[in-house]
């Protein structure tokens, strides 16, 4: 009776010594998942679980089963310095890659009735830097050097073309701006503008000098110089192989290509064109740009264009 009634009583746990039942003695598909408890297996459980007993696939999962991840990968970011300003370092950023330009200068006006050309304004030099070990929120100071003003229409020194100013990015690195165009009918180039404190540090390209004039063939000025380009003549271009040479690139030397081509900036825009046979210099539209000199003519007094404003450009 006893033992009927325990049978009818059913087994429970008590009545099973540790390790009677091995998993030979349990039937294919006997136990359900209706049968675990949720909290028969634990971690603890799972560890140790060989490679080979985890097989099929994987159930769908859906954004909702995601913690933790945002939305998408965050792309290239950069800000960029057209005037003076602040950069805050932003929240996780502890790195940056930071670009200078500086200022172009202005090209050489020039009086009436001189049939003479005068020089364009040379560019700003670039300085290019990665800064480590920045701190989320704080800040550094952006200069943003002003283009140079073309020269006068005048017979005096107030006919030179203003100098290109300086752009910085804090005490980390800077670029001059370029020399304003001081020569007339002359191959003398003026100074371009050159990077400081930077990883790479590049000179500006050097103001197209004049090419000369008479009566009858005009003022044939000089266009301003850009930072980086590729020069239209240049097959192999400039861009990146001389680049990082650091060499002196006087792209828009008039007398030499005697043409009317545009000369563009890596920045975008472009320097000032020359002028022939006369009339007043080509304002730059190219960041560091130069403009153009001025070509005198027959009663007419030509001005300097003027040269373009520096950048700055914060990538991270």
Known sequence: ????????????????ADGAISTAKLADGSISTAKIADTAITDAK??????????????????????????????????????????????????????VVGGGGGGRGVVANTYKGANGGSAGGVAIKWITGLTSGNTETVTIGAGGAGGAASSTATSYGSAGGTSSFGSHCSATGGSGGTGLDSSTYTNSGVGSGGDINIQ??????????????????GGGGVPIATHPHDPGGYFPAKLYAAT?????????????????????????RRVYPWGSGQDATGYGCGGSGGAGGPGLAATGGDGFAGLVIVEY
């Open 248 to 272: 002196t690139m006087s792209y828009s030397d008039a007398a030499y290509y005697n043409n009317y081509q545009d000369f563009y900036s890596f920045f975008g825009g472009k320097a000032g």
């Open 46 to 99: 799972i560890a140790g679980m060989s490679s080979s007993k985890l097989t099929g696939a994987l159930p769908a999962v859906d954004g909702s089963a995601l913690t933790g991840i945002s939305a998408g990968l965050p792309g290239p970011r950069a800000e960029v310095f057209t005037s003076s300003g602040t950069f805050t370092v932003p929240s996780g950023v502890t790195a940056v890659k930071v670009t």
């Open 204 to 221: 500006g390209g050097k103001g197209g000098n004049s090419g000369g004039g008479t009566s009858s063939g005009g003022g044939n000025s």
């Open 1 to 16: 009776m006893t033992k009927a009634r325990d049978i009818a009583d059913g087994v429970d746990t008590a009545d099973i």
